[in-house]
């Protein structure tokens, strides 16, 4: 994808039937910006990464922000922020489907 165009990410989505579906928006070395999409029912379990930070921005749809302790119901316009370390993930349980935004930095690779 072209870094100069303005674009509506949630065109560039991928949905998969049997796990979520993955995206990549933009990537240098210092930031990736991608999209995971979800099916009713599917989930990104829990995990954490070493040397990046994360935000993730619900562009549509409802689910669940998963944390090391706890979940925090999402919907679009909320954004979650899990700096280096902390445990995250996303579970969609809506009857719609769901797109995040996923912003990673530095670059993983």
Known sequence: ??????IRPEEHAIFAPDKMGKATLFRSERILVGLNSFEPGQEHALHAHSGMDKVYHVLSGRG???????????EAGQMLIAPEGVAHGIR???????????ILAPSPG
Do not use: K, T
Request: aromatic share 8%; proline share 4%; net charge negative.
């Open 64 to 74: 669940y922000f998963l944390l090391e302790d706890r979940e925090i119901p999402m």
């Open 1 to 6: 994808m072209e870094a100069l165009n303005a």
């Open 92 to 102: 969609s349980d809506a009857a719609e489907r769901l797109i995040v935004l996923a």
